[in-house]
């Protein structure tokens, strides 16, 4: 059980040393010097985020693109709290959702896309913030760039709360995956709030027809048929201009739940690599709680679990820190806390997203 159990942890630390190397590939652009001349349509799904919206209406509003050059499709999933827009200085359309399938998300973005007029698509949420030069830079990639489809970077607006930190750092591991897999050609996850592609890829794959039935993945699986499609025109877009910042969930059942609607689509994922990163990552979490409780019943010196949590640790805080230096300007907190608590959290998430239900924005999946 020993040697099988430090065979995984090497094997997890050769995937995770790939990713390291990957996300050094990708390198910043950041070019915002060419005039204009993309025009996008962003369209934003939500579901009783009155309290939100004028906060990223408001961002929207303080873009340094032309107005004429692109417009809002908002999508309301059938809210309770009826949000109206007020004064805008872009337009901005509020439309209702068509129910369809079991995914509301995928949805609202078909309802929109027959009303798009524009070439290029932008999603992305509610609660969140984009920064001034998100378009520009978009438009100056997609300028020098034979591009399709390109994903951006998220990040949380953190307080000082240790549930604010482990969320940032489990979220600057993903993006360090996601950036990672796309420099070494294995690109297989991106995030819906910051996602761009042309109105005519969408079409040519289909839309989300084939993975409807799974109530997340609108982002994902798009992605996967893309690359798997048109492999040269997707691309990962790291840009300091292009990260956009999110809020944090505020209790640790609704982030539990939330890991958990994201787990619930990786057995349907197209790509093969997707799935045996996911595969390595749970194996080496539960080899590690493993190595635990055989220390504690006696069964090994604790050498076994210290040696796996230090090799763990010490991997994983590489991929974290590349990635958190990208993503914002805050010091790394609890990082050694979060290394202890995130084996128990990433192997729950796993396990109940195969059995389990959840919650998400008043309903059960």
């Not at 390291?20 to 934003?44: M, Q, S």
């Not at 107005?67 to 949000?83: A, G, M, R, Y």
């Not at 760039?145 to 750092?169: K, W």
Request: charged share 15%.
């Amino acid at each position: 059980m020993m040697f099988f159990l430090l065979f995984i942890a090497l094997f997890y630390c050769i995937a995770i040393c790939l990713l390291i190397y990957g996300f050094t590939k990708v390198k910043n652009y950041d070019a915002i010097d060419l005039e204009p001349k993309t025009a996008f349509t962003i369209i934003v799904p939500f579901r009783n985020e009155a309290g939100n919206l004028p906060v990223l209406l408001e961002s929207i509003s303080k873009l340094n693109y032309p107005t004429n050059l692109f417009e809002v499709i908002l999508v309301d999933d059938q809210s309770t709290e009826k949000f109206q827009i007020l004064n805008s200085k872009f337009q901005v359309l509020l439309i209702n959702n068509i129910r369809v399938s079991n995914s509301p998300k995928k949805d609202a973005i078909s309802t929109a896309i027959p009303l798009v007029k524009t070439p290029w698509i932008i999603t992305t949420d509610a609660d969140c913030v984009v920064p001034e030069n998100w378009l520009l830079t978009l438009d100056n990639y997609i300028q020098t760039h034979e591009v399709a489809m390109i994903s951006g970077a998220v990040t949380y607006r953190c307080n000082n709360s240790f549930l604010d930190h482990f969320q940032q750092l489990d979220l600057a591991s993903l993006q360090g995956a996601t950036i990672g897999s796309f420099g070494i050609k294995k690109g297989f996850m991106c995030n819906g709030a910051n996602l761009a592609y042309t109105k005519l890829l969408f079409q040519e794959l289909n839309g989300f027809e084939g993975n409807d039935t799974v109530a997340s993945g609108d982002d994902v699986f798009l992605l996967q048929k893309a690359i798997a499609k048109f492999p040269q025109k997707v691309h990962y877009l790291k840009s300091q201009n292009n990260i956009i910042t999110t809020s944090a969930v505020v209790s640790w059942k609704t982030l539990f739940y939330q890991r958990v609607r994201w787990a619930s689509k990786t057995s349907s994922y197209q790509s093969n690599f997707g799935k045996l990163l996911a595969l390595v990552v749970f194996a080496g979490n539960l080899s590690l709680i493993i190595s635990y409780g055989l220390w504690i019943m006696g069964l090994v010196s604790f050498l076994l679990p210290f040696s796996l949590f230090f090799s763990k640790c010490i991997i994983d805080s590489i991929l974290i820190y590349q990635a958190n230096r990208f993503l914002t300007k805050d010091k790394i907190s609890y990082l050694v806390l979060s290394n202890l608590l995130y084996p128990f959290f990433s192997v729950s998430v796993a396990l109940y997203s195969l059995f389990g239900k959840y919650e998400w924005k008043g309903r059960r999946f």
